[in-house]
């Protein structure tokens, strides 16, 4: 009981990490800050997440870190009367967390090669002021990435339940028929449409309402995620300056519970998360194109969780790094 205990705790620890990373994104004189998009601009998108998680669970402790990345090509292919682009976006690279956490699940179980997206596309639709309406293509991609890691779980789980006595591998096909639901949920709400769609949301719409501002501006945001690591994200930016073609924001964010939201699922397990904390950096914005073109977020929650019937408390620290270059 006490390794099953240990598992769980290592489990959330993981989970968080992937969460994290994919929630924490987003990212005298005077600027327009609006996009400009014109039909074949291409753009670069790397984004680089370090998360570190301690847990508290029924007497026990554990702490990971974890490192996760992302590159991919935008390429615009129409912009609408009113600016709207419609743009598409090829996955180059995409780093996952390791399982070392999960003890004996995560002998044999390639994670990468379950969810190797590169190559992969898919079409999201943003304004001038970075906010995206929808994405589509992911959805079927993340059902792919599913049933991928549901086959590879399952291969894993079986060899190991061959070692069991013959009395108790009858459970093989309840623990993995509920694994099935679980583990594509899971995937569904990083990698599915709306999760991108939050994403990229979070990272872009930054922009003030007044596209015109002068250095000292201030204006705020607030941001509701459902997907990933549910949050809320109350933002506050102010124009620092603007020199030499660049636009220097910086940002304070007050982080709170979406409790709207529904629990996260980590490999079958369901976890809700209940973090409050804040959030800190600096966005550059080329002033020209009126893109984003570097990010550094710092961020810094804490709070209770709840999994499998078991409560606990979590600290978790991060740092994310955005680097957007026209190619």
Same mark, same amino acid.
């Given at each position: 009981m006490r390794a099953c205990r240990r598992c769980a705790v290592q489990a959330v620890a993981l989970g968080v990490c992937l969460a994290m990373a994919a929630a924490l994104g987003g990212c005298g004189s005077r600027a327009d800050l609006t996009m400009k998009m014109n039909p074949g601009d291409r753009f670069e998108v790397a984004t680089d997440s370090d998360v570190s998680t301690?847990?508290?669970?029924m007497g026990m402790s554990q702490s990971d870190s974890q490192r996760t990345g992302e590159?991919?090509?935008?390429?615009?292919?129409?912009?609408?009367? %009113? $600016?709207?682009?419609?743009?598409?976006?090829?996955?180059?690279?995409? !780093?996952?967390?390791? @399982? %070392? $956490?999960?003890?004996?699940?995560?002998?044999?179980?390639?994670?990468? !090669?379950?969810?190797? @997206? %590169? $190559?992969?596309?898919?079409?999201?639709t943003m304004s001038p002021k970075g906010k995206v309406s929808s994405v589509t293509g992911m959805d079927r991609v993340a059902a792919e990435a599913g049933d991928a890691l549901v086959t590879a779980v399952k291969d894993v789980m079986g060899k190991q339940m061959e070692q069991l006595p013959e009395a108790m591998r009858g459970m093989e096909q309840l623990l993995t028929g509920e694994l099935d639901v679980a583990v594509r949920k899971g995937v569904r709400?990083?990698?599915?449409?709306e999760a991108i769609r939050e994403r990229f949301e979070s990272m872009f719409a930054v922009y003030p309402e007044d596209p015109t501002v002068t250095k000292g501006a201030v204006w705020e945001r607030t941001l509701s995620l459902f997907k990933g690591?549910?949050?809320?994200?109350?933002d506050t930016f102010t124009l620092e300056e603007v020199k030499d073609g660049v636009a220097r924001i910086a940002v304070a964010s007050q982080v709170s519970p979406?409790?709207?939201?529904?629990?996260?699922?980590?490999?079958?397990?369901?976890?809700?998360?209940?973090?409050s904390g804040s959030r800190t950096g600096t966005i550059e914005i080329d002033t020209g194109t009126g893109w984003i073109t570097s990010c550094t977020m710092e961020s810094e929650m804490d709070g209770d969780m709840l999994?499998?019937?078991?409560?606990?408390?979590?600290?978790?620290?991060?740092?994310?790094?955005?680097?957007?270059?026209?190619?």
């Open positions: 301690a847990t508290e669970m590159t991919m090509l935008f390429e615009v292919k129409s912009v609408d009367a %009113e $600016g709207w682009a419609t743009i598409e976006a090829t996955i180059q690279r995409l !780093e996952t967390p390791a @399982l %070392e $956490g999960l003890g004996p699940l995560a002998e044999g179980l390639n994670i990468e !090669e379950a969810l190797s @997206l %590169e $190559g992969r596309t898919f079409t999201l709400d990083q990698l599915g449409d690591q549910p949050m809320v994200l109350n979406n409790t709207a939201a529904e629990p996260m699922s980590v490999m079958g397990m369901e976890m809700k998360l209940e973090l999994i499998m019937g078991m409560q606990g408390t979590m600290k978790v620290t991060g740092t994310e790094r955005v680097v957007v270059t026209r190619l």
